[in-house]
């Protein structure tokens, strides 16, 4: 055996000698604390859509409807040259809708666990609505009601120790 680890020879004990490894054993984690100590850098980030993949997905689906338009041509036997001329005229019809700013995103039809960068995108533009419909500034930091609350109670109460070196020093 390697390592000196098993029986030197499994002769006569009625196995291969084969030694697995231990899967219940629990290793101790790398670091004590399972959350960061810092409170300011749990705050919540929304997740960043990448414009490239967004770009890259509308173009896609141009592509398909333009693969879908050739296919049925093609089906009902029509001749290449009106083929290229109908499905060119499509893809120029369906980018100048998209340079306009129309049919972005999938609206109406429900987004799949995979498109990750639409999901993104739709979240943000989700909250951007709900933030306008309440009413909450863009410069809106979460928990500042409470620091404002925090630093009037400081302001009018009279003098309260901070800290416990500042209670032993003024008896």
Known sequence: ??????????????????????????????????????????????????????????????????????????????????????????????LAIRENGGDRGSKGRPLKMHQVHEMAKAKIEESERLRKALGISTDYEEGSHWKRQEEKMRNTSPEIPETTEEIRSNP
């Open 1 to 94: 055996m390697s390592s000196n680890v098993g029986l030197s020879t499994p002769r006569g004990t009625g196995t291969s000698g084969y030694v697995q490894r231990n899967l219940s054993h629990l290793r101790p984690r790398d670091n004590a604390a399972p959350y960061p100590r810092d409170f300011d850098s749990i705050k919540h980030r929304q997740r960043q859509p990448d414009a490239s993949i967004l770009d890259h997905d509308e173009k896609r689906d141009i592509e398909v409807k333009v693969f879908e338009l050739r296919d049925r041509l093609e089906d009902e036997e029509i001749d290449e040259e009106e083929i290229e001329t109908q499905t060119s005229a499509l893809r120029k019809k369906l």
